[in-house]
Structure formats: C-alpha cells, structure tokens
C-alpha cells in the first residue's frame, strides 16, 4: 500500500490512539521513578524513626511508627514491582508491534523515540538523517500502527 493511501484511510484519531498506546511505555517509566523517589524517602523516614527509637522504648506509639513505616515501605515495594512487570510487558508488546513494521527505518525512528525517548533531533543526529526526514519516517511508522492498532480491534 502506497503511503498516500495509507494516510487516506487512517483517521487523526486513530493517529492519536496509537501515539498514546507507544507512548505507555515512558509514562510507566515515569511513574517507576516517581515510586522510587517514593520508596528512597520511606526508606529514610525508617532509618529516622530506628534511630529515634534507639534507646529504651519509652512511649507508647514508638512500635505503631514502626510497623506503619514497614507496612508503607512494604506496600510501596509492592507498587514498584507491580510497575516493572507491567512495563516489561508494554514494552515487549510494543517492541512485538514494531518489529512488524515494514520499513527498517521507520521500525528505527519509533523505537528510539518510543522506547528510548529520543528527541527527534538526536535520532536524526544518529541516523545522519535530516531532521525533516525522521520526521516523516515518524510520520509514516504512526500511520502503520494505527493501522495495525485498528485492525487488531
């Protein structure tokens, strides 16, 4: 299928679907780090309240802050584990969905940006392509996993 036919029988929506659905994969790597930083100050608000509670325990409540800053860390723990397998998985379906592609440079152009959050400029730095250039490989790759996207509906 030529690309102007291609681009006639995919919708903008279609086009705005499938940039979102490529771009899960960063948006869960966001949050992986937003949970980290999360899991960094738990760790240390342990270490405060061990410490603090170092010597005898004399009030009452000291092993309630314990328990509720192994319980939030425990928890927390819990998220970010959920959160790798689930952004293993969106980008082994990504990666799946983008070795189907026709065209080499295309399949190139999206995985830098997709999954390696490239900015446009440095995949065209890499690829010794013209900025112009990656941007309609990009443009062309959206439009093929659209339409893969739809047709999978």
């Known amino acids: 299928m030529n690309n102007e036919a291609l681009s006639s029988q995919i ?3 279609a086009i705005a679907a499938a940039r979102e659905y490529l771009s899960s994969a960063r948006r869960i790597s966001a949050m992986i780090s937003l ?3 999360q899991l960094d100050r738990l ?3 342990g270490e405060r309240v061990t410490r603090a509670l170092g010597g005898p325990l004399g009030g009452s409540g000291a092993g309630d802050r314990v328990g509720d800053a192994a319980a939030s860390l425990a928890d927390a723990e819990e998220e970010l584990l959920a959160d790798y397998r689930r952004l ?3 980008e082994t379906a990504i990666r799946s969905l983008l070795s189907t592609l026709p065209d080499a440079r295309h399949r190139t152009v999206m ?3 997709y999954l390696e959050g490239m900015p446009f400029f440095r995949i065209a730095m890499a690829m010794n392509y013209d900025e112009r250039q990656i941007y309609r490989f990009h443009q062309r790759g ?3 996993v659209a339409l893969m996207l739809s047709l999978d509906k």
Do not use: I
């Open 11 to 13: 919708t903008p929506a």
């Open 35 to 37: 949970r980290l930083a």
């Open 43 to 45: 760790r240390e608000q």
């Open 88 to 90: 293993t998985e969106t």
């Open 111 to 113: 995985e830098m940006r």
């Open 142 to 144: 959206l439009e093929r």
